[in-house]
């Protein structure tokens, strides 16, 4: 009985120090593959990211696969966080829709690409259709591999919630200017107005990625497809290279930050 344990711990302890391996490999092929380098945690990304409605959907999670790095853009230098979250729900065994018209939901892993820009934004949420539309219950070979979403069905337990909609986003929708397949939740219609009548216009028309979700809030600018997770380095580094180019789209349609307060004049 003894050695039964302790051949299983042995086993388990060879199972985590594997998978810390596999995930350190992985870190490091993504890393380089998007030209950016590993990283050990999130603790450098704005506290803002913490009021988007990814963290509503997600209650947090556990993040894997890190990678940073300052890049030089055309609109200035830019701050490149990408990771993907393992979210909290799905560890809970549940997943959340966001609650505005129509809603959407996000995938139990999601890959994020963050940008800290010398911006400042109001709140702006931007989607293109996509899988996180239907607000599809996970399938059935999901809920069989997890463990807590098993034990959540046998005692009957609700698979599904509303999360919290972050307080500067409304429920409607603004899609006018907008092109096809995309829509918006903000309170700051005229910004959004101008940034699309800037090139920010032409800029989403140009991302044909399904699924994708756009956020500005602060300095942060966060893009990430709603649900599914991006498989591979060389997909973890085309979605960073997608959300660049998106990025960059942002900045030349808004006024730059300065010292003295706003720059009137666009990059």
């Known amino acids: ?17 594997g998978r810390r391996l596999f995930r350190n490999s992985q870190g490091d092929a993504a890393a380089r593959a998007a030209g950016l380098q590993s990283a050990s945690d999130l603790t450098h990304v704005p506290e803002a990211m913490q009021r988007t409605a990814l963290w509503a959907l997600s209650e947090g999670g556990f993040e894997r696969r890190i990678v940073y790095g300052k890049l030089a853009r ?8 990408a990771f993907d979250l393992e979210t909290l729900r799905d560890r809970r065994g549940e997943w959340a829709y966001l609650p505005v018209e129509p809603p959407f939901r996000i995938g139990g892993l999601v890959s994020v ?38 034990v959540r069905d046998r005692l009957g337990v609700k698979r599904s919630y509303e999360s919290e ?13 907008l092109p096809d397949h995309w ?46 997770d991006v498989a591979g380095a060389d997909a973890f580094a085309d979605l960073t290279s997608d959300a660049l180019a998106l990025v960059d789209g942002v900045l030349a349609a808004s006024p730059r930050v300065t010292p003295r307060g706003i720059d009137p004049q666009r990059t």
């Open 113 to 150: 690409v963050v940008c800290e820009v010398d911006r400042s934004f109001p709140h702006v949420l931007l989607k293109r259709a996509g899988r996180g539309d239907e607000v599809a219950d996970d399938s059935h070979v999901e809920r069989v591999a997890n463990v807590a979403k098993q």
């Open 183 to 228: 829509r918006a939740y903000t309170q700051a219609h005229e910004l959004l107005d101008a940034m699309l009548g800037a090139g920010l216009q032409a800029v989403l028309a140009a991302a044909t990625r399904r699924d994708l979700v756009i956020e500005l809030l602060e300095r942060v600018i966060l893009v990430y497809p709603a649900a599914r």
């Open 1 to 17: 009985m003894v050695w039964e344990l302790i051949g299983g711990m042995a086993a388990g302890a060879a199972y985590l120090a």
């Open 74 to 81: 055309a609109g200035g230098d830019v701050d490149v966080t």
């Open 165 to 177: 909609l972050p307080a500067a986003l409304p429920h409607v929708a603004h899609v006018a200017g």
